[in-house]
């Protein structure tokens, strides 16, 4: 079935650092790939996302290419912020994944940025 | 734009006890999900509805029921419940396959 590899973390970083949080995933067919984020107390909110191969999803200074040939879709930002600290998934929606929607998702990263 | 509504936020529950957890969204979605948070594994499926009066079980199921009278709601119903069952539980919901799925601020339990 489909599956999602992220880091775990925690990953903590100084403000205005550079940040890549890395995911890959394994399924069959063309899936969409998403972002999700979770900040404290609060559900999972969309982040970004990109439904075909070479698409580049962005979004408040986020990034994520989906790259079909090493099946990766890392997030990145140039610069982050203290406001940035957050649970961050990976997810795609494909064939074989669960629930109405076949999303996937990865285990979740912490990331705490420090001022 | 009221979106994915859960209540309760918070309910502690004594092992044993019976209890509902209501999910609504005002977005005319098809599809709706139940998803338990645990610490060091992510989000796991338990059930999940693509249409009113369709329901089909996920990951983990085993202690749950769910129904779908409406489009809107797809309330969780926990039947006797254990302590393994304290987490956190999201309600999701989305217009189709690959799009994108809208969360409820999550209900925390704990079972005593």
């Known amino acids: 079935g489909d599956s999602v590899t992220q880091m775990e973390g925690p990953v903590t970083l100084s403000e205005e650092a550079f940040l890549t949080i890395n995911c890959t995933y394994t399924a069959t067919g063309y899936p969409s790939l998403f972002w999700y984020v979770q900040y404290p107390g609060e559900g999972l909110q969309l982040l970004l996302k990109?439904?075909?191969?070479?698409d580049k999803g962005s979004n408040k200074g986020f990034e994520a290419t989906y790259r079909k040939e090493t099946t990766s879709f890392h997030l990145e930002k140039g610069s982050v912020q203290v406001s940035d600290s957050a649970v961050y998934f990976c997810a795609l929606s494909g064939r074989s994944g669960g629930g109405a929607d076949g999303l996937t998702f990865g285990k979740g990263t912490h990331l705490i940025i420090q001022p | 734009n009221a979106g994915v509504t859960q209540t309760p936020k918070f309910q502690v529950l004594k092992t044993g006890q019976s209890m509902t957890l209501q999910c609504a969204q005002d977005?005319?979605?098809?599809?709706m999900s139940w998803y338990r948070q645990d610490p060091g594994m992510g989000l796991r499926l338990i059930h999940y509805?693509?249409?009113?009066?369709?329901?089909d079980q996920g990951e983990v199921p085993n202690g749950y029921n769910v129904s779908r009278s409406t489009t809107e709601d797809f309330p969780l119903r926990l039947l006797s419940a254990a302590p393994s069952q304290t987490s956190v539980y999201f309600c999701?919901?989305?217009?189709?396959?690959?799009?994108?799925?809208?969360f409820g601020q999550g209900t925390r339990l704990t079972v005593v």
């Open positions: 990109a439904t075909k191969a070479d």
């Open positions: 509805s693509v249409g009113a009066g369709i329901t």
């Open positions: 999701a919901s989305s217009y189709g396959w690959g799009t994108e799925a809208f």
């Open positions: 977005m005319n979605h098809e599809y």
